[in-house]
T-cell receptor, first 113, second 114 residues
Framework: DAKTTQPPSMDCAEGRAANLPCNHSTISGNEYVYWYRQIHSQGPQYIIHGLKNNETNEMASLIITEDRKSSTLILPHATLRDTAVYYCIVPSAFSGSGYALNFGKGTSLLVTP | NAGVTQTPKFQVLKTGQSMTLQCAQDMNHNSMYWYRQDPGMGLRLIYYSASEGTTDKGEVPNGYNVSRLNKREFSLRLESAAPSQTSVYFC?????????????FGEGSRLTVL
């Protein structure tokens, strides 16, 4: 199972891009990288996922390095409402069909005015 | 569309009491999960169910039992509650493609054991 490493905290000014890094050096060829966030004490919310190509949706962009050992989640214009804990996850396959997502401590992003 | 519904939202127990946390999803998902989150910590997986009729242990299963009652419902039982089980409990569900899927979470159940 691939482990992920994230910085414990980051700051970003409102309106600027927030770039959140993640290392996953033991990721295997068919394992996806997922990003979730948790605002205050709510349940985590899915943001984006990718395999090897860069991905973009209405919430964020995901840049995965060519060797797939690291990735960066980009929030292009951070707002105060983006203050949250961001989790980078590589799911672990379980028997049968499906995956388990093991959340680490994530990166606590503080967006300041 | 309710998504994932957890009950109760708040509960206070005394040490040694038992209780069951209920979770139901209306998205026809095969996989369901129970997580706990302690203050300042990430989520830790307690149990999961890949499909109706199957359950498996996660990272922290001791002190808990689960039942996948049907495809919609996945309950978590504390037989003899301990103060160390004071936590916020989250239920989630998902349907997986070949390698991809998205977890949908409930609002959480806040449990205090005195």
């Amino acid at each position: 199972d691939a482990k992920t490493t994230q910085p414990p905290s980051m700051d970003c000014a409102e309106g600027r891009a927030a770039n959140l890094p993640c290392n996953h050096s033991t990721i295997s060829g068919n394992e996806y990288v997922y990003w979730y966030r948790q605002i205050h004490s709510q349940g985590p919310q899915y943001i984006i996922h990718g395999l090897k190509n860069n991905e973009t949706n209405e919430m964020a962009s995901l840049i995965i390095t060519e060797d797939r050992k690291s990735s960066t989640l980009i929030l292009p214009h951070a707002t105060l409402r983006d203050t949250a804990v961001y989790y980078c996850i590589v799911p672990s396959a379980f028997s049968g069909s499906g995956y388990a997502l093991n959340f680490g401590k994530g990166t606590s992003l503080l967006v300041t005015p | 569309n309710a998504g994932v519904t957890q009950t109760p939202k708040f509960q206070v127990l005394k040490t040694g009491q038992s209780m069951t946390l209920q979770c139901a999803q209306d998205m026809n998902h095969n996989s369901m999960y129970w997580y706990r989150q302690d203050p300042g910590m990430g989520l830790r997986l307690i149990y999961y169910s890949a499909s109706e009729g199957t359950t498996d242990k996660g990272e922290v299963p001791n002190g808990y039992n689960v039942s996948r009652l049907n495809k919609r419902e996945f309950s978590l039982r504390l037989e003899s509650a301990a103060p160390s089980q004071t936590s916020v409990y989250f239920c989630a569900s998902s349907d997986w493609g070949e390698y991809t899927g998205e977890l949908f979470f409930g609002e959480g159940s806040r449990l205090t054991v005195l």
